[in-house]
C-alpha cells in the first residue's frame, strides 16, 4: 500500500509510539518494507516527501511511510525523542536548544532548505496606515510590527521564535509592543487574518501567498526571496532523525534519503508540475498560488540534501547573535548533523 497521510495533534502523534529500533529495524510494514513515520507541518517546501510518497518512490526504495500532520512545527520534537516517528522536518534552534539541554537523541540527516523561508503577510489597510510595503527599508517593516497582534503556530515554534526576532531588531520589546497569539496551523493563521482576529503572522508559504492573492494580505517580508539578509544563506531547516533508530537502521535511513533527492529532482526540474501532484495537500491555496510557491521556492531548496560544515557553523552563530538560541551548539559534524546516509 502507499503510504499513510493522519491528521495529528501532539498527543495523537505520541500515541502512534512506534517502538525505537535500538535492536534492529522495524520490517513489519507490506512486502516487508521498513515502517516509517515521519512527523510535519504541511508546508510547501515538503514537496518532496509528498511526490515520494504519491509517485511510490518510497516504495521502491523499500519504506513504508506514515505521514503525520502536526499543527505546530514544534511538536516534531517530542515525536521524535520518543520514537514515536523516526523522522521530523526541524531546525537547528530546535537541535541546538535540545543540546544545551543535553538531549542528544535527535541528529540532522538531510538538508532540505537553506535560507529562511518564513514570509510575513500583513493585513492591507494596517500596512498603508503605518506606510510599509515591501519596498521599504527592512528595518522600517519590521518597526511596523510594533502593537499589533501577530499570529504565530505555538509558543516556541519557529514562527514564534523568528517573529520575536524581527521585533527586537526595531528595539521592541516582544513581552511588552505586541501581542503575540497561538493560532495553530497554517489554514488557521490564514483564517484568522482573513477574519481580522490578528494583523499580522509568518509562516512559509504558500498561505501568505492566498492570503495577498484573496486581497486581505500584503507581504511584508519574503523569505524565499532573501528579504532578510542574515537568513538568505542559511541551513534552516531539515529533517532530522531519532538517533538511535538511524544508527540502527542504517540503510533505510540512506534508502530514506535517496528517496527524497529523486523527488526532489522533480521539484526543481518543474515546480509547476511538482504543485500538480501535492495541491491536495496543501489546506489552502489553488493550483497558480501553489505554482507560484514551489518556483519562489526553488532556489532555497537543497538539491541533494546535503549539509555544508560553514553554512552550518554560520547559522550557528547568526541564530545565537538574533537571539533566536541561547548558545551556538557544535557545529562539528557527528554533534548535531551528519551526512554520513546521503551520498554527499
Known amino acids: 500500500m502507499r503510504g499513510r497521510v493522519r491528521s495529528a495533534t501532539l ?54 511511510v506514515t505521514i503525520v500532520e502536526l499543527q505546530s512545527g514544534a511538536d516534531g520534537v517530542p515525536a521524535v525523542i520518543s520514537g514515536s516517528s523516526q523522522f521530523a522536518d526541524l531546525g537547528f534552534d530546535d537541535l541546538a536548544t535540545l543540546a544545551a539541554e543535553g538531549e542528544d537523541s535527535i541528529t540532522m540527516v538531510h538538508n532540505l532548505v537553506r535560507r529562511v523561508t518564513f514570509t510575513l503577510v500583513m493585513n492591507p489597510d494596517v500596512a498603508r496606515e503605518r506606510g510599509v510595503s515591501r519596498e521599504s527599508p527592512i528595518e522600517a517593516r519590521y518597526a511596523a510590527l510594533a502593537g499589533l497582534r501577530l499570529g504565530v ?27 503575540i497569539i497561538a493560532i495553530g496551523d497554517g489554514a488557521s493563521l490564514l483564517a484568522a487574518l482573513e477574519t481580522e482576529q490578528i494583523d499580522a503572522y509568518q509562516l512559509s508559504p504558500p498561505t501568505p501567498y492566498v492570503a495577498e492573492a484573496g486581497g486581505f494580505g500584503t507581504v511584508l517580508i519574503d523569505g524565499p526571496s532573501g528579504d532578510v539578509p542574515q537568513f538568505a544563506d542559511f541551513a534552516y531547516t531539515g529533517f532530522a532523525a531519532n538517533r538511535e533508530w538511524a544508527e540502527a537502521n542504517p540503510e533505510a535511513t540512506r534508502a530514506f534519503n535517496r528517496a527524497l533527492n529523486e523527488a526532489m529532482g522533480q521539484v526543481l526540474a518543474d515546480p509547476h508540475a511538482a504543485a500538480e501532484k501535492i495541491v491536495d495537500r496543501m489546506s489552502a491555496g489553488e493550483l497558480p498560488v501553489l505554482q507560484q510557491t514551489l518556483e519562489a521556492l526553488a532556489p532555497a531548496l537543497s538539491e541533494n540534501g546535503c549539509f555544508d560544515a560553514a553554512a552550518v557553523r554560520s547559522t550557528l552563530a547568526v541564530m545565537q547573535h538574533a537571539g533566536i538560541t541561547e548558545t551556538a551548539g557544535d557545529p562539528a559534524e557527528g554533534a548535531l548533523w551528519t551526512n554520513a546516509y546521503n551520498q554527499c
Not at 507490506?30 to 518532496?48: D, N, Y
Not at 505555538?154 to 505586541?178: I, Q, V
Open 153 to 179: 503556530t505555538s509558543p516556541g515554534a519557529a514562527s514564534d521564535k523568528y517573529m520575536r526576532y524581527y521585533l527586537r531588531e526595531a528595539g521592541l520589546d516582544p513581552e511588552r509592543d505586541a501581542e
Open 11 to 64: 498527543g495523537a502523534a505520541l500515541a502512534l509510539a512506534l517502538p525505537l529500533a535500538a535492536c534492529g529495524g522495524d520490517t513489519g510494514g507490506e512486502g516487508g518494507r521498513t515502517e516509517i513515520t515521519v512527523s510535519s507541518l504541511p508546508s510547501a517546501f515538503l514537496a518532496p516527501l509528498y511526490i515520494a510518497e504519491k509517485d511510490g518512490i518510497f516504495e521502491r526504495a523499500g519504506l513504508d
